[in-house]
Structures are given as C-alpha cells and as structure tokens.
C-alpha cells in the first residue's frame, strides 16, 4: 500500500508563480531578518557620522598647518629663500628675493627683478662702458659677504682706476647661481648673459665641486640638465632631459618651497641626505688614501694628521688633486673640458672676450705650508694644483686666456699668515671666500684684465661704441 503525503498536494507542490500573480514569491533565502533590516537602517548614519568625524580631522590639521606656516612666518624660519624653479637650468635666483644669510659669514642678500644678486642693469650698454659678465657657481654668487664686498665688485671697483682703460667706464655683472655647474653656466650665457651685450665673459672654474656637477654619475642632485658623451660630441641628457615626469617632480620640489614649513621639512630631509652622502664620499677617499699609505714605497716621513686624512669639507673630494683613476672621473673631466671650450667658443663668436679662472680650494691655501706638506703625502702627490693646470694647458692648447688663483693664493696667505676661506661661524680654512679672499681675488683678476683690455683697446672698439661712435 502507498504511503501518503501528509500535505495536500496543492501545497506539496507549489508552482514557481503564484495563480492569477505576476509576481515571483521569494525564496526563503533572500528574506531578512529583524537585526539585519536594522543595522541597513542604521548604516548611513553611521557613513554621516563618520563623514562628520574625517572633515573634522581634516579641518583640525588644515588649521594646525596655516598656524604653523604663520608662526614659522613670523619667527623668520622657513622662508622662501632665494631660489626658484628653472625649466631649463633647474634652478635659478628668485627676482625680488631678499634676507639675511648667516649659515656661513653674514651678510644681506637682494635679488635683482632679472635673477641677479646684484644691482639692476639696463639690457642696452651705456655709451663708452665696458661691459664685463661673470658666470659661475656660489663662489660668483658670493652671497657669504656683502654685495660691495665681492670679488665682481672688487674688479669693477679697481678696473676703474685702470689707467690703461683711457678713462673707460667699466661695469660689471654677477650671473654666479649656487651649485650651478659648467652646463648650467654655458645655459646662462645663452640664455641671459648675451641680452647685456659684454664685452668679456669671465668664467670662475671651481674644480672643488664643478667636475662633480657636471658628471651624471658623480652628481647627487639631478634636477638640473647634463651633459653627456656621445661620441667626441656633447648632447643634453639625463633624466632631467629625458624624462617629464623627473621634471614634474623638480619643479613640485622647487614651487613648495613657498611654503615656510615644507621649507623647514625639506631643508631637515636634504641636509641629513647631503651629509650622509657627503659621509660615504669621505669614507670612499680615506680607504683609498689608507690604501696608498699602506704601500711598501709610501715615505714614513710625516705622521698622516687626522685632517689630512681628506679635505676635510662635506661636497668636496680628494679625486680633483690627480689624474682620473677611473672611467668615470675620466669621463667627468673630459665633459667638463668640452664645455670650458664651449663657452670660450661662443664667447669668441660674439666678438668678445674670455678669461677663464680657477678658483681655490680651502686645502691649497691653507696657510701652513707643513700642514698642506703632510696633506699632499697623504695623497701621493707633489702639490695640491693638478685642476688648475689642467685647465691651464686646456687654455695653452685652445688659445685662451687663464687665470690660476691657487698658487697666489697659496703664497699670500703664507706670506701674511691668513685663512682666505671660511668664517667665525664656521671653520677657518673650509668653505668660501671671506672678504680677504674676496679682494685677493678681485685685484688679481682685475689686474689680468686690465694688462689685456688695455692692449686690445687700441684694435678693437667695444660693440657698443661701433655703433655710437
């Protein structure tokens, strides 16, 4: 006998659609349960009331951020600086800028309404001046001393009393730029230095950083355009050049600084970078130096002073004072040679003339002729003035003129017993110029060019007067 269901068939099996309906009856799964229709209800309260939490936090430190950027303001920290982004040299100064400077020396620094820490100057030449343009790095900048004290103001001051000038008026410009390197002083020349039309362009070389500055590899900082070998022929590249992003994010980096405190975050950030990187340089120069102290043939005849062990200064190397030792410092003074000849080649064909001068590194003049004896052994060299004759020779081969500060400098500052770099807050004998160094250095390159313009007076009238006679 069949059994039977309990339920009435009709119940039993129950048709998807209800009869006489249109409407799907819903599964048992897709019904909530009280606690679950509850928490929904209470959800976007929630999202509102976190909502109302978020804008508050975020309004808080809004706040926090403008009383700080206030405070900094106010206290004199974190200022804007001197400096501006730069679509083609990556920084330049800021037109307008202006404060006090006392890092290293103290003086009051004011930014020209074209870039120039220096007084303002019409782009047309007034008649029967001599125009003379410097480009170079913070050594031209000079923003260590007062503008008056500087060596481009030494030069015009002393070419004034020149008298084989015949009673010319002589001007002088100051396109320096800190760390600026030979690259982004051949950029200046062209892009700023011809609208003044000068008659001689003097480039200050200071081989301290500037081979450095123009290496790809060695560089630390590369928000700034390279130039680099291809072949025997130099090109732009880098990533500064090669990529847009790169360059997006140099010029976020330069454009915050408006900012007191992303100032005082990103000076804090760069400072511990620069020195640890500093550091490794360091390290680098006094393994290779115990290395060489170590050989059989190296003389016992100095105890290798602890200074002595390196230059002593963060930035700088022991590798300018010999040949390259390797492929990339090789590399680096082949760059740096070709851009020299680059800018006095374009100098030359505006008709005007170049000089280029080597400044001085604070270990060459340093006035302690025992010291700089002990130095020198440590480095296995015969003196301290390897750049300087590079670029010496570099002019003898070209047919341009040069001028080495070093070996004056040195016996200067022997003779008087003076450090001409460095100052009473920071380290005597490290660093820039002081104002001594400053004046030394204005009166032996006004002395060098007053001896030349005065012999080329005679067979060649400045641009200027061809055209007003």
Request: proline letters at 5%; a positive charge.
């Amino acid at each position: 006998m069949k059994k039977r269901d309990v339920l009435p068939k009709s119940i039993r099996r129950a048709p998807r659609f209800a009869q006489g309906k249109g409407r799907k009856i819903p599964k048992t799964r897709d019904l909530k349960s009280d606690s679950e229709i509850e928490l929904r209800a209470v959800e976007p309260s929630q999202r509102r009331r976190l909502g109302g939490i978020l804008a508050l936090v975020f309004a808080g430190i809004f706040l926090a951020l403008v009383a700080a950027e206030l405070g900094l303001r106010v206290l004199g920290m974190g200022a804007q600086g001197m400096y501006q982004w730069d679509a083609y040299r990556g920084w330049s100064l800021r037109p307008g800028a202006s404060g006090w400077q006392r890092r290293e020396g103290n003086a009051f620094v004011r930014i020209n309404s074209d870039g120039m820490r220096d007084r303002e100057h019409p782009y047309a030449k007034p008649k029967g001046t001599i125009r003379i343009a410097f480009i170079g790095d913070s050594f031209t900048e000079a923003e260590q001393v007062a503008v008056e004290d500087d060596y481009v103001s030494v030069v015009e001051r002393r070419l004034g009393a020149c008298p084989l000038l015949r009673g010319k008026k002589v001007e002088t410009l100051n396109f320096g730029c800190d760390s600026y390197g030979t690259a982004q002083e051949l950029i200046t020349l062209r892009r700023k230095v011809w609208k003044y039309s000068p008659d001689v362009v003097v480039l200050l070389f200071f081989a301290g950083n500037d081979l450095r500055n123009n290496s790809l590899s060695l560089e630390w900082h590369l928000c700034e355009p390279f130039y680099l070998l291809h072949g025997d022929q130099l090109a732009l590249g880098g990533p500064f050049i090669d990529s847009p992003v790169f360059r997006a994010k140099c010029a976020i980096k330069f454009e915050s600084r408006r900012s007191a405190v992303l100032n005082v975050v990103g000076d804090s950030i760069v400072k511990i970078h620069s020195m640890e990187r500093a550091r490794k340089a360091l390290q680098a120069d006094v393994g290779s130096n115990a290395m060489a102290a170590a050989k059989p043939m190296s003389p016992p005849s100095f105890a290798q002073p602890k200074a002595a062990a390196s230059s002593g200064e963060l930035g700088l190397t022991n590798g300018i004072y010999k040949p390259p030792e390797n492929a990339v410092w090789d590399e680096a003074w082949k760059v740096t040679e070709k851009l020299i000849l680059a800018i006095a080649s374009e100098v030359k064909g505006h008709g005007a003339q170049f000089l280029a001068v080597t400044a001085t590194v604070g270990s060459q003049v340093t006035p302690d002729p025992v010291w700089r004896a002990q130095y020198e052994n440590s480095l296995d060299v015969k003196d301290l003035f390897y750049p300087d004759s590079r670029v010496a020779k570099l002019g003898a081969r070209a047919g341009f003129d040069v001028l080495n500060l070093a070996p004056p400098f040195q016996s200067y500052a022997d003779a008087h017993h003076v450090y001409l770099h460095g100052f009473a807050n920071t380290k005597l004998g490290t660093g820039h110029w002081n104002e001594q160094g400053h004046r030394l250095a204005g009166e032996l390159i006004a002395g060098r060019l007053c001896g030349t313009l005065g012999s080329q007076l005679s067979s060649r009238v400045p641009s200027n007067d061809r055209s007003n006679p």
